[in-house]
């Protein structure tokens, strides 16, 4: 299957695959804090546990090296997409017969470890398959880069955190599936965290080996015009992260990006924790976040044919700031409320609203970042957008 340029089906599903990928192993790494609070893990365990996603954070330093360095004759991204996938699989694979016994005995610097490396090979993956589909997409339509990542990391994550807690969950099964199916009733979900994490190894593994037989890239890269451009040295790679910097453009977009987290980080990394300590069950939470997760992978598509995703952007932001308020008043007042038939029905309604917006907001920011990328180092430029 050669990597024709544009919108072809073939190029959308092969984005959203490899992104689906990251997504199980984020979701994964982000459920792995929800079962150390069941087996009575401390804010200061999860605090450590925390250090395992600093490679996403400073993954800027190695980009370079995944846009510029390539095997010619197997092609710029397959170079770097095949060992990091290969390699994925295989540690996932190996920590699948440790990683239960690690969680019951709170080895948490022994997980850190492991999922410090995970986060590693996620981050290098991410920065492959940014480039990827920025080059896929640039001739035709960017803002399809930018969709791909969202639908494909939103799946992803919910396989690896909502779909992993909820079906592993021994009483959910017990009670919605093998109750009304009159089955006997077990200790075990329908399947186990180990279990999980070798279905997303074999998944590495198998889209590798596809990846290899049926994918194959062509050589040049086409800005938006259509133009070809002309391949940068490792060193101009990294002195253009400089030059990028100097730019007034680049500099307004730092200032937002810093600032713009800044009203809604709390609500957005603290409100499953927050919901798990007020007394919400890890399994219940799980079952939230399903039609919670299929409202939001209805966001990226609204958008797939913007040319003016820094309105969507816009919009979107304030938008989410309002809807913050009433969330984290609900989320705070869960105790009293917790018992109420009306509880749960309302939690995903505003859960939802909550996550369609921050979608929105999301796909429009890497849709903008995408439409301005030079395709041939679109790997570190994405990469430098995204982690100002």
């Given at each position: 299957m050669?990597?024709?340029?544009g ?6 599903c092969?984005?959203?695959?490899l992104?689906i ?9 982000s ?9 009575g893990?401390t ?6 546990f925390?250090?395992a996603k600093y ?6 330093l190695?980009?370079?090296?995944i846009d ?6 197997f092609?710029?991204?397959k170079?770097w ?5 290969l390699?994925s ?5 190996s920590?699948?017969f440790?990683?239960?016994?690690w969680?019951i005995t709170n ?6 470890i ?7 090979l ?10 990827f589909?920025i080059?896929?997409f640039?001739?035709s339509n960017p803002?399809w ?6 639908i494909g990391?939103t799946?992803g994550r919910?396989l ?6 909820t079906f ?6 017990n ?10 009733y077990q200790t ?9 994490v070798r279905f997303v190894?074999?998944a590495f593994?198998i889209?590798?080996v596809c990846l290899i ?8 890269t ?7 451009t002309?391949?940068?040295s490792l060193?101009?790679t990294y002195l253009?992260?400089i ?10 977009i730092?200032?937002?990006s810093?600032i ?6 709390a ?5 499953s ?5 007020q007394g ?19 966001a990226p598509l ?6 003016q995703?820094?309105?969507?952007f816009?919009?979107s932001?304030?938008l989410?700031?309002i809807?913050?308020?009433?969330l984290?008043?609900y989320?705070y007042?869960?105790p009293?409320?917790?018992?109420f038939g ?7 309604i505003?859960?939802a609203?909550s996550e369609f917006i921050?979608m929105?907001q999301?796909?429009?920011?890497f849709g903008f970042?995408a ?5 041939d180092?679109s790997g570190?430029?994405?990469?430098l957008?995204?982690?100002?």
């Amino acid at each position: 299957m050669p990597t024709n340029r544009g919108t072809s089906k073939s190029n959308i599903c092969l984005t959203i695959t490899l992104y689906i990928l990251q997504g199980m192993n984020l979701g994964l790494a982000s459920s792995i804090p929800l079962f150390l609070i069941y087996y009575g893990a401390t804010w200061k365990d999860r605090g450590t546990f925390n250090f395992a996603k600093y490679p996403f954070s400073l993954k800027l330093l190695w980009a370079p090296l995944i846009d510029v360095l390539y095997i010619k004759r197997f092609g710029r991204r397959k170079s770097w997409l095949v060992p990091i996938l290969l390699i994925s699989g295989a540690v996932l694979l190996s920590i699948s017969f440790f990683i239960q016994s690690w969680i019951i005995t709170n080895r948490i610097v022994l997980l850190t470890i492991v999922f410090f490396i995970i986060y590693f090979l996620t981050a290098s993956e991410d920065v492959c398959v940014d480039g990827f589909a920025i080059t896929l997409f640039a001739a035709s339509n960017p803002q399809w880069a930018s969709t791909s990542q969202s639908i494909g990391q939103t799946f992803g994550r919910f396989l690896g955190s909502s779909f992993l807690l909820t079906f592993e969950s021994a009483n959910f099964t017990n009670r919605f599936i093998r109750k009304p199916l009159s089955l006997p009733y077990q200790t075990t979900g329908l399947f186990s965290l180990v279990h999980f994490v070798r279905f997303v190894a074999v998944a590495f593994l198998i889209v590798t080996v596809c990846l290899i037989i049926f994918v194959r890239e062509k050589e040049e890269t086409l800005n938006t015009n259509g133009t070809q451009t002309n391949n940068l040295s490792l060193i101009q790679t990294y002195l253009s992260i400089i030059k990028l910097f100097k730019k007034k453009c680049i500099q307004q977009i730092t200032i937002v990006s810093i600032i713009s987290p800044i009203g809604s980080a709390a609500i957005q990394s603290m409100t499953s924790l927050a919901l798990l300590s007020q007394g919400v069950s890890r399994e219940k939470l799980g079952l939230v976040n399903i039609p919670v997760t299929l409202a939001t992978l209805i966001a990226p598509l609204i958008i797939r044919h913007t040319k003016q995703p820094l309105d969507w952007f816009a919009r979107s932001y304030v938008l989410y700031l309002i809807h913050a308020l009433p969330l984290a008043a609900y989320v705070y007042f869960t105790p009293r409320m917790i018992s109420f038939g009306y509880y749960y029905p309302i939690l995903i309604i505003l859960l939802a609203i909550s996550e369609f917006i921050k979608m929105l907001q999301t796909t429009a920011n890497f849709g903008f970042f995408a439409s301005i990328c030079q395709p041939d180092i679109s790997g570190t430029y994405i990469t430098l957008l995204v982690t100002l």
